[in-house]
């Protein structure tokens, strides 16, 4: 077993490359996932075994990124692999337009649309998951554990084998379209905050939402929507709470409060019209357990079952992300144990920052996968 992955694994992990579901085209046999046999199946399970037995230092860790980590011109350096092309082949199919010439040409306020940048992201993170393997296939063959930060979750899942690409993409496209349309039903957006040890993030959400109500709001919305690292938050509601707490943040022990360039209140109630168009395109997705464990956005824990999977996908659309207590989950260990090695696949490097404010023990164990033509590689 050591050295190679089983056929079985590979099958379900590698992407299902030019699968189509059925609703969107027929596909030639050659696209399709072949049966696993019984004997591959006791591999997987070796495989998985052995997986476990392995010691910390000697496995790895995959982070996908979110949202907001897309710029024009990513993806160039993955072009040289024939995989990562192909990925961009079949998106073009599901998503009925040339991505990765918006991620390569722009231009910049369409590859940021909601509608866009989801996909993009999701498309390039899996790519740079296949330049990976191409050129350090022992990386992907010694994972541990995978984790993506809110659309990012998805292309964990694919990579873990829970989801196909194919399928996967079609409820990111989805999930996207329904998320660009809550965001414009309401005036929203999203505070990224730098707090103090004595700020108090409850009472600043309460008065801001006060402060809504006295200027004709009838049910205003404010509350941390993304738990980042100790002291980094992102609270997210209606404009005019988020203004309230940018004027009065020395109140509240801000040290910084910056607004993101984002037109809704993601992962809040004010996307809750989105979780019904993506709880249907999940119901049609074929999902099995992951491979890899994979943490929830959610719980912060590991996912158990494919139900649970599309539960909390829907889910997450309304609920905080909490990535700290995420990364405080999957690198805790005992004393003297070693830490994998983490690698980011996507844009932006932003998952790096994280981790250094949460363990920075594990983060020098951090490195990106080459993403644009004119950066090296970031290693530490």
């Not at 998106?91 to 306020?109: K, M, Q, T």
């Not at 405080?328 to 003297?336: D, I, L, Q, S, V």
Request: hydrophobic share 40%; charged share 25%.
């Amino acid at each position: 077993m050591a050295g190679h992955m089983p056929r079985v694994v590979a099958a379900r992990r590698w992407l299902c490359r030019g699968r189509v579901p059925p609703w969107l085209g027929e596909v030639s046999p050659e696209e399709l996932l072949r049966n696993a046999t019984v004997e591959e199946a006791a591999d997987e399970e070796q495989e998985v075994s052995r997986r476990e037995r392995r010691a910390p230092e000697e496995g790895s860790v995959l982070l996908f990124p979110g949202q907001g980590s897309q710029r024009v011109g990513m993806g160039k350096e993955l072009l040289g692999c024939p995989a990562a092309r192909e990925l961009f082949r079949v998106a073009e199919r599901v998503l009925g337009y040339d991505l990765l010439d918006l991620c390569l040409s722009g231009p910049p306020a369409q590859l940021d649309r909601t509608v866009h940048s989801q996909p993009a992201v999701f498309v390039c993170s899996l790519a740079a998951v296949e330049k990976l393997h191409q050129q350090q296939p022992a990386v992907i063959e010694n994972c541990v554990a995978a984790a993506g930060f809110s659309i990012g979750e998805y292309a964990a899942l694919v990579f873990a084998g829970a989801m196909e690409y194919a399928e996967a993409l079609y409820a990111v496209k989805v999930r996207a379209e329904a998320m660009q349309e809550a965001s414009e039903a309401v005036p929203s957006g999203m505070l990224s905050v730098i707090g103090r040890r004595n700020s108090d993030y409850v009472s600043a959400c309460v008065e801001a939402s006060q402060h809504c109500k006295s200027v004709g709001i009838e049910d205003p919305v404010c509350e941390v929507s993304n738990y980042l690292f100790p002291d980094g938050r992102v609270i997210a509601g209606h404009l005019q709470a988020l203004e309230f707490l940018q004027q009065n943040a020395k109140k509240y022990s801000f040290a910084r409060a910056k607004m993101l360039p984002v037109s809704g209140a993601f992962h809040t109630r004010l996307m809750e019209s989105a979780v019904g168009p993506l709880s249907e395109a999940l119901e049609l997705i074929s999902i099995q357990k992951p491979l890899v464990p994979v943490y929830s956005n959610v719980t912060s824990q590991r996912y158990m079952q494919p139900k649970q999977i599309k539960n909390l996908l829907a889910k997450q659309l309304i609920s905080p992300v909490k990535w700290e207590q995420t990364m405080h989950a999957m690198y805790e260990r005992r004393k003297g144990v070693g830490f994998p090695f983490t690698y980011e696949v996507g844009p932006g490097g932003q998952l790096g920052m994280m981790l250094q404010k949460c363990n920075v023990k594990a983060w020098k164990f951090y490195k990106t996968v080459d993403f644009f033509e004119d950066e090296e590689t970031e290693e530490t």
